[in-house]
């Protein structure tokens, strides 16, 4: 069996030259943002993840690599923990005004991650996480997951805002509140 090329092979085979030419261009030399690489850089973030046990708290150790999707593609490294005791705003039947009460045995833990990420015009990006403030987040490591929110975030060189947050040192704290103002009453 003899094979022979004709013109419509020529110029198939001329169009699949000259698309891989147009890739081959785009990709080494073009400015189409398609074929771009995006920048990546380093930025801090806290996730707030309110009324949780003490088992939780205890779980999570600064330095831990923790995945912050549901897929466990995308990771962060803990570099900051925060611990108070979980409070709630309740009326007090006697008084019959609110109060501000501790929650026994439950925690706000505000967990503080570094991780790498693109730029986009909505949100900072880890593969297919979004990172921005209000953003919902979860958190998986080994024998625990939460999910909470993203309350701070930051870049590299750029200031925090002042929040008297004091880190967890593994004690239990008696209040780790300021008492409020008018003696208790919200």
């Not at 261009?25 to 995006?38: G, L, V, Y």
């Not at 996730?47 to 949780?52: H, K, L």
């Not at 008297?164 to 239990?172: A, H, I, K, R, W």
């Not at 300021?178 to 208790?184: D, Q």
Request: with cysteine.
């Amino acid at each position: 069996m003899k094979f022979k090329i004709t013109g419509l092979d020529w110029v198939v085979i001329g169009m699949l030259g000259a698309m891989t030419l147009f890739v081959l261009w785009a990709i080494f030399f073009s400015s189409i943002p398609m074929f771009q690489t995006a920048e990546t850089e380093i930025i801090y973030f806290q996730m707030e993840f309110r009324r949780r046990t003490p088992e939780f708290r205890d779980a999570i150790s600064v330095g831990d690599t923790v995945y912050i999707s549901v897929r466990e593609r995308d990771s962060a490294e803990v570099v900051e923990i925060i611990s108070r005791p979980a409070q709630t705003i309740e009326l007090d039947r006697i008084s019959n005004e609110f109060i501000i009460s501790e929650i026994p045995h439950h925690y706000d833990v505000i967990i503080t991650a570094r991780t790498e990420v693109t730029e986009t015009e909505r949100a900072f990006m880890n593969g297919n996480t979004e990172i921005r403030v209000g953003a919902d987040c979860v958190i998986r490591g080994r024998g625990y997951a939460g999910s909470g929110i993203i309350i701070n975030m930051w870049r590299i060189g750029e200031q925090l805002d002042e929040q008297d947050l004091e880190p967890y040192n593994g004690e239990d704290l008696e209040n780790g509140y300021p008492e409020p103002e008018n003696g208790g009453n919200v």
